[in-house]
């Protein structure tokens, strides 16, 4: 069998389509992937509304779904590919998650862990942004004018 490589582009288009199911469901669109060797392990989307848990957001349920799945609490040799900058809590779960590679789709100037001056990531943690923005960017403009009107 001919190992076929999956682009970052193929990964954040999954995690696009769980934003898209979720934004269907009233929860702000966020998706997550857990990609460990060129496979998806775990598939996660924002539930704060569905399990009203502030905490269930999509990086947060794919952490542990992916932990579930590998049977071990350290991430270090997988991606997480997730449509929205993480929050401060959910970069202080892939810190302790020791997760290889982080990669973003759109920025999030007002509640992204970017916008802190001291690291909070692991520091082995590769992280790449900017993977399909537009398309990320618009699912959650959309999702919050729509709410505004």
């Known amino acids: 069998m001919l190992f076929q490589h999956l682009t970052d582009e193929h990964f ?11 934004a269907g469901e009233g929860e702000i669109p966020v998706g997550a992937v857990v990609v460990c060797r060129n496979r998806i392990i775990a598939r996660a989307k ?8 502030v905490t269930a957001h999509a990086e ?3 952490i542990t779904a992916a932990s579930e799945y590998l049977g ?6 997988c991606t997480l590919y997730v449509t929205l900058e993480p929050c401060v809590m959910c970069a202080g779960a892939l810190y302790w998650s020791q997760i290889g590679r982080i990669v973003f789709g759109a ?7 970017k916008r802190l001056k001291e690291p909070v990531l692991h ?4 992280v790449q942004h900017g993977v399909l923005a537009d398309k990320c ?7 919050f004018a729509a709410l505004r009107t």
Request: no cysteine; glycine share 4%.
């Open 12 to 22: 954040m288009s999954e995690a696009l389509a769980l934003a898209a199911e979720a």
């Open 46 to 53: 924002n539930s704060t509304e569905k399990l009203t848990d």
């Open 60 to 62: 947060i349920l794919a």
């Open 72 to 77: 071990g609490k350290y991430l270090q040799q």
């Open 107 to 113: 920025s999030d100037e007002k509640r992204g862990y």
């Open 123 to 126: 520091p082995k943690t590769v």
């Open 137 to 143: 960017s618009e699912l959650v403009l959309k999702f």
